[in-house]
């Protein structure tokens, strides 16, 4: 059995979507825009399961 006692937190910011865009001069074909806002934002811990899958958001 591992240790599953260890766990990250991260604090996202939400990302306002502008628009995908060509830009001709790149090898690839699309790209997108965005813009990282500060507020508001979420936060999630991560943490090593053992197969099971754990959800306790709120919403």
Avoid: C, W
Wanted: aromatic share 14%; glycine share 6%.
């Amino acid at each position: 059995m591992q240790d599953n006692s260890r766990s990250v937190r991260l604090r996202i910011p939400y990302r306002l979507h502008l628009g995908f865009y060509r830009y001709k001069d790149l090898p690839y074909l699309f790209g997108s825009t965005g813009i990282a806002v500060k507020e508001p934002y979420i936060i999630m811990k991560v943490s090593r399961t053992e197969g099971k899958l754990h959800n306790k958001n709120p919403y």
